[in-house]
């Protein structure tokens, strides 16, 4: 065991790394999703394999017949988180979970909801706008492009409120409206 305190590796690298399918797959969603690397890809398939891992591990317990109300407790805990992040409908199951796709882990990013919402002209400003402490989620100050917003969340992105794009005759704000986003 490490010292608890100590960061630790939040992916797994590929077995294969030079499987051509894989690496042109990676590719489209660092340029789609202007992600800095394939690393962030692999953070977010991390997080997914975690996800079925649960419920897979819920499925095994069901099949078994072990306490149902255990069972029913825990596959409400797993299928609620998701549901509060954004990711999984009000009327999921067990089997949507097992369905999850890296794309919708990566547009619950605070830098993709930027980008969709209309703050920005591209990924890429996106993550710059967040990075640089322009972004806030309900007041406060978020400079972490990778940060999962909530459905609830969600509707409190704004500009930081000591931005500078705060004004609407800021020339980037123009520039932004003329996209028509």
Known sequence: MGYPGKNHKQYQTPKRPFELSRIEEETRLVIEYGLRNKREVWIAKGALRKYRKAAREIIALQSTGSEQARVER???????????????????????????????????????????????RSP?????????????????????????????????????????????????RQRIAKVGR
């Open 74 to 120: 825990k596959k409400d805990e797993l299928i609620g988180s998701l549901q509060r992040s954004g990711m999984l409908s009000e009327n999921a199951d067990i089997d949507d979970v097992l369905a999850l796709k890296v794309e919708q882990q990566l547009d619950r990013r605070l830098q993709t909801q930027v980008y969709r919402r209309g703050f920005a």
């Open 124 to 172: 890429k400003q996106a993550r710059q706008f967040i990075t640089h402490g322009h972004i806030a989620i309900g007041g406060r100050r978020v400079t972490i492009p990778g940060y999962t917003v909530s459905a609830k969340e969600q509707e409190e992105i704004s500009y930081a409120g000591s931005s500078p794009l705060v004004s609407d005759i800021h020339s980037e």
